[in-house]
């Protein structure tokens, strides 16, 4: 090579016996690398990072079910009140104008949008082939203000239907880029679909919305689970998400079983049982008689001093007498005890109704009952499918061995 050019850069040291037949201008490639060995720390996901990306997937699913039953059903509000005004005048263009000219641009986008997926074949139902199906939250909102004097006489109050849109449009924005949703976020956002299509008139057929609200994703998986709602750790986390004022504060009917019935004893007063009690509500109470030997076997489990969990059975027993005496008909508010071994405790509320719940604990040998694990079960509101037979849920198996127990019983005098 001439003095006055430019000399390459070494080769590698390792491959100089190779060099001879390489012309002194070549320059040599870079040796093929091992992409395993790329794919380092900088790539790989971890146990958490894993766990981190299944806890959004889950919240962002639930949250994607709420905002997509309320749009269906928003949109099916706004077709059934502005359709048959439009419609004999516009045809299939009635959308357009109901948008007028306030809404002439994000109509027109929705209307571009339609024609892109014809060409497309992303219309996969005939029955979304509408203008109507390619509007957005917002934009389906923006009809029913802008035509709320025809609205009116379906929805009492615009102001809460604005209110509840608002609630949602957070968790909108937050799913529909992929972000992240906090718990606080989703439960605002399930509170308010749940409002919101009660308002539109969908809630007439959701068991127990004022007590434990319908679960979007319980709906869709019920089948998996049976009745089961909910699984707590022990009884403080349930009491925490799910306070005993949320359970029996409406209820009409309630059947208890177990040892000491302390949830319901020691969490709801009886200045509270008196008046549910004269509102209406018939309360069984089927406590373990505190003089049996199941209670010293208990105790001797737990390791317990003798008399101690006997003593506090009795103690609840007397506290709920108290209750009954104050009542102007103490037959609706009956207490019996049984003598058999106890192998759950169950609070059944509102078990003869389609909004039924029941809180199950079972007793583990050396777990005191605060401390064992609870499972939230929802009465009737299990579809039967076809195939089923006439399989029933976890409800029905402990409303039935309730009253197996009771029939069994004696009554407290």
Same mark, same amino acid.
């Given at each position: 090579?001439?003095?006055?050019?430019?000399?390459?850069?070494? =080769?590698?040291?390792?491959?100089?016996? $190779?060099?001879?037949?390489?012309?002194?201008?070549?320059?040599?490639?870079?040796?093929?690398?091992?992409?395993?060995?790329?794919?380092?720390?900088?790539?790989?996901?971890?146990?958490?990072?894993?766990?981190?990306? %299944?806890?959004?997937?889950?919240? *962002?699913? @639930?949250?994607?079910?709420?905002?997509?039953?309320?749009?269906? !059903?928003? /949109?099916?509000?706004?077709?059934?009140?502005? @359709?048959?005004?439009?419609?004999?005048?516009?045809?299939?263009?009635?959308?357009?104008?109901?948008?007028?000219?306030?809404?002439?641009?994000?109509?027109?986008?929705?209307?571009?949008? &339609?024609?892109?997926?014809?060409?497309?074949?992303?219309?996969?139902?005939?029955?979304?082939?509408?203008?109507? +199906?390619? #509007?957005?939250?917002?934009?389906?909102?923006?009809?029913?203000?802008?035509?709320?004097?025809?609205?009116?006489?379906?929805?009492?109050?615009? !102001?809460?239907?604005?209110?509840?849109?608002?609630?949602?449009?957070?968790? &909108?924005?937050?799913?529909? %880029?992929? %972000?992240?949703?906090?718990?606080?976020?989703?439960?605002?956002?399930?509170?308010? +679909?749940? /409002?919101?299509?009660?308002?539109?008139?969908? $809630?007439?057929?959701?068991?127990?919305?004022?007590?434990?609200?319908?679960?979007?994703?319980?709906?869709?998986?019920?089948?998996?689970?049976?009745?089961?709602?909910?699984?707590?750790?022990?009884?403080?986390?349930?009491?925490?998400?799910?306070?005993?004022?949320?359970?029996?504060?409406?209820?009409?009917?309630?059947?208890?079983? $177990?040892?000491?019935?302390?949830?319901?004893?020691?969490?709801?007063?009886? !200045?509270? #049982?008196?008046?549910?009690?004269?509102?209406?509500?018939?309360?069984?109470?089927?406590?373990?008689?505190?003089?049996?030997?199941?209670?010293? &076997?208990?105790?001797?489990?737990?390791?317990?001093? @003798?008399?101690?969990?006997?003593?506090?059975?009795?103690?609840?027993?007397?506290?709920?007498?108290?209750?009954?005496?104050?009542?102007?008909?103490?037959?609706?508010?009956?207490?019996?005890?049984?003598?058999?071994?106890?192998?759950?405790?169950?609070?059944?509320?509102?078990?003869?109704?389609?909004?039924?719940?029941?809180?199950?604990? +079972?007793?583990? !040998?050396?777990?005191? $009952?605060?401390?064992?694990?609870?499972?939230?079960?929802?009465?009737?509101?299990?579809?039967?499918?076809? =195939?089923?037979? =006439?399989?029933?849920?976890?409800? *029905?198996?402990?409303?039935?061995?309730?009253?197996? *127990?009771?029939?069994?019983?004696?009554?407290?005098?």
């Amino acid at each position: 090579m001439s003095s006055g050019g430019r000399e390459l850069p070494p =080769g590698d040291e390792g491959h100089e016996e $190779g060099s001879a037949n390489v012309p002194p201008s070549a320059v040599s490639l870079a040796r093929p690398v091992d992409m395993a060995s790329q794919i380092g720390p900088e790539l790989d996901w971890g146990p958490d990072a894993w766990r981190e990306v %299944r806890t959004r997937a889950q919240r *962002a699913g @639930r949250a994607y079910i709420w905002l997509n039953l309320v749009e269906q !059903r928003l /949109r099916a509000v706004v077709a059934a009140v502005l @359709r048959p005004v439009y419609e004999p005048v516009h045809a299939d263009d009635w959308v357009v104008a109901a948008a007028g000219p306030a809404g002439q641009e994000w109509v027109q986008r929705a209307v571009a949008v &339609r024609e892109v997926s014809r060409r497309k074949g992303y219309l996969l139902d005939p029955a979304d082939d509408n203008v109507l +199906s390619f #509007l957005t939250l917002p934009q389906l909102r923006e009809l029913v203000v802008q035509h709320w004097p025809c609205f009116e006489p379906y929805l009492d109050d615009r !102001r809460e239907v604005e209110l509840a849109l608002d609630e949602l449009e957070v968790t &909108r924005n937050v799913v529909s %880029r992929n %972000r992240a949703l906090s718990p606080t976020v989703l439960a605002q956002a399930e509170r308010a +679909s749940a /409002r919101l299509l009660e308002i539109l008139g969908a $809630g007439s057929d959701i068991p127990s919305a004022r007590r434990l609200p319908v679960d979007a994703v319980e709906e869709l998986v019920g089948d998996r689970y049976a009745d089961v709602v909910g699984v707590h750790t022990d009884r403080v986390r349930l009491l925490r998400q799910f306070p005993a004022e949320d359970l029996f504060g409406e209820a009409r009917r309630v059947d208890a079983i $177990g040892i000491g019935l302390n949830l319901l004893v020691q969490n709801f007063s009886g !200045r509270r #049982l008196v008046r549910l009690a004269e509102s209406g509500c018939r309360v069984r109470l089927l406590f373990l008689n505190p003089a049996s030997s199941a209670v010293k &076997r208990r105790e001797r489990e737990l390791g317990l001093k @003798r008399g101690e969990l006997g003593r506090a059975v009795e103690t609840n027993i007397l506290h709920m007498r108290r209750v009954r005496s104050r009542l102007r008909d103490p037959g609706a508010f009956e207490i019996q005890v049984f003598d058999e071994t106890p192998r759950f405790t169950a609070y059944l509320v509102d078990g003869d109704g389609a909004d039924g719940i029941a809180v199950v604990q +079972s007793y583990l !040998r050396r777990t005191r $009952g605060m401390e064992a694990p609870v499972l939230v079960l929802r009465g009737g509101g299990r579809v039967v499918k076809p =195939g089923d037979h =006439g399989e029933h849920g976890l409800f *029905a198996t402990y409303r039935e061995e309730f009253e197996t *127990a009771w029939a069994d019983s004696r009554p407290v005098s």
